[in-house]
């Protein structure tokens, strides 16, 4: 065993925390036209802030063919990355939510648990609904992004999720309104979100506007700001996952896939 350096800085080493990955979330909720252009820069800025993403889409069911989080967690495939793949990826991972969703349940090992899967240092995002997503994140301090945009059907499926992850899994979500850049004005949608949840859930909603520009790739600097406090409220993933034979694919039913890409 290396002994002990002898130096004033000696003492602060037993203090130094292990630098894991970390977990953001975002709400699949239906509204593609929202949802998806706001994930996609708020993953290139942070791979511009120097962090490696895996997005694991819960939306795209694994399979023998296009494995994903659900091999990774029955150590059936790995992700280690070829030194020449991107700064960024994306895994189909609706099963493999679902098993660590009924592992966390039964008092098992859970998403906060894998943090052996992930490069340290790294940043995961969890694009899933709201009911996959509720006992992933019960009560812990991710503010999971929820967008919402113009479309007639953002206003009701926006609110239900708000709904659910405030009653159901006790977390504030971060809510972007994204508006398009040739609009003059934010629109009335975040005012009647505002109306419903203060009237219904007691809750106050404090959406952030992020103009939307068609054919931007680059993240502006609100989408920067915005991915830097998402940061801030992330959670710490660390080692610990063991594999639970009960709880395989078998033992669930299969979800339903909340949209296309």
């Known amino acids: 065993m290396l002994d002990r350096p002898p130096h004033q800085a000696a003492g602060l080493m037993d203090l130094a925390v292990p630098l894991t990955p970390k977990l953001l979330a975002m709400v699949s909720h239906g509204d593609e036209e929202a949802e998806l252009p706001l994930l996609l820069r708020v993953c290139a800025a942070l791979v511009g802030f120097g962090y490696a993403v895996t997005v694991l889409d819960g939306s795209v069911l694994e399979t023998p063919e296009n494995p994903g989080l659900e091999q990774i967690l029955n150590f059936h495939c790995s992700t280690a990355r070829p030194t020449d793949a991107p700064s960024w990826s994306i895994l189909p991972a609706g099963l493999g939510l679902q098993s660590l969703g009924a592992a966390g349940h039964h008092g098992g090992c859970g998403i906060a648990n894998c943090g052996s899967f992930f490069p340290p240092e790294s940043v995961v995002i969890v694009y899933a609904t709201a009911q996959s997503l509720t006992p992933l994140l019960r009560g812990s301090q991710v503010r999971p992004l929820l967008a919402m945009s113009s479309a007639k059907t953002s206003l009701l499926t926006t609110y239900l999720a708000l709904k659910r992850l405030l009653l159901k899994a006790k977390v504030e979500p971060t809510i972007v309104n994204m508006v398009d850049a040739r609009q003059a004005s934010a629109g009335p949608v975040p005012e009647s979100l505002g109306d419903c949840a203060r009237y219904f859930l ?24 915005l991915a830097l406090g998402l940061l801030e409220s992330a959670m710490p993933l660390e080692a610990g996952w063991a594999y639970a034979p009960h709880l395989t694919r078998q033992s669930f039913s299969k979800p339903r896939p909340a949209g296309r890409h």
């Open 202 to 225: 007691n809750y106050e909603v404090r959406p952030l506007h992020i103009q939307a520009a068609p054919g931007e790739t680059r993240p502006s600097a609100s989408i920067e700001r």
